[in-house]
Nanobody, 131 residues
């Protein structure tokens, strides 16, 4: 069993920064890939980025490349999403998800296109960016 809990959402003005945290606990082999997704009202869930916990490799979606960074604190079992230069269109519910690396890994990266293959999800944390 794997538990996923996000925190750190809130409101920020465009151009500002915000960091989200994800605590993942449970069997290590079940959570080799950790990813962040987001879903705005009326849209499909979108991959934001991912990290492969053993190799530390990261992948980002095109809309956040260069603005968002994912890092991990292995000792604390926490994954962070650092968001800079936030835009109004970044407003969404942000979800952290975990899955065994075998489910979504390709070429050394945890693919975020495979939304449905991530097995364990948090409740989400809301991010609102105002103009």
């Amino acid at each position: 069993q794997v538990q996923v809990v996000e925190s750190g959402g809130g409101s920020v003005q465009a151009g500002g920064s915000l960091s989200l945290s994800c605590t993942v606990s449970g069997a290590p082999y079940m959570r080799g890939c950790i990813a962040w997704f987001r879903q705005a009202l009326g849209t499909e869930r979108e991959g934001v980025g991912s990290i492969y916990r053993d190799g530390d490799s990261t992948t980002y979606g095109a809309s956040v490349q260069g603005r968002f960074t994912i890092s991990q604190d292995t000792a604390a079992e926490r994954i962070f999403l650092h968001m800079n230069d936030l835009k109004v269109e970044d407003t969404a519910m942000y979800y952290c998800a975990a899955t065994p690396s075998v489910d979504v890994m390709d070429g050394g990266s945890c693919l975020i296109a495979y939304v449905g293959k991530y097995r364990f999800w948090g409740q989400g944390t809301e991010v609102t960016v105002s103009a």
